[in-house]
């Protein structure tokens, strides 16, 4: 069965930053053969894609984090990471990472997720 485990969420005033991390267990191949990514959900808003990383490593992000986000994988770790900085009280919510299945339900930057970790919450104060 695979398990993402997220960390790295915390609260922080506007302006600073935060690094979320993602490990990746159970998978039969390292995760560099797969897409995966970060998405965040609000109250009261639908789950967005925040970017993604695809096996050949090109980067998909919203418009509104372009610039300030960054995603990577260390792939001997089977750990993804997003780089958050300059952030704003709009970025407040609860930070999930995913990843790719064929039968994934949710469809963002070209890929199907449908691995699921357990969230991060994220607060930025002003």
């Known amino acids: 069965q695979v398990q993402l485990v997220e960390s790295g969420g915390g609260s922080v005033q506007a302006g600073g930053s935060l690094r979320l991390s993602c490990a990746a267990f159970?998978?039969?191949?390292?995760?560099?053969?797969?897409?995966m990514g970060w998405f965040r959900q609000a109250p009261g808003k639908e789950r967005e894609g925040v970017a993604a990383?695809?096996?050949?490593?090109?980067?998909t992000y919203v418009d509104s984090v372009k610039g300030r986000f960054t995603i990577s994988r260390d792939n001997a770790k089977n750990t993804l990471y997003l780089q958050m900085n300059s952030l704003v009280p709009e970025d407040t919510a609860m930070y999930y990472c995913?990843?790719?299945?064929?039968?994934?339900?949710?469809?963002?930057?070209?890929?199907?997720?449908?691995?699921w970790g357990q969230g991060t919450q994220v607060t930025v104060s002003s």
């Open positions: 159970g998978y039969t191949y390292s995760t560099y053969y797969m897409c």
């Open positions: 990383i695809a096996s050949d490593g090109k980067t």
């Open positions: 995913a990843a790719a299945t064929s039968s994934g339900a949710i469809y963002y930057a070209s890929c199907r997720f449908g691995y």
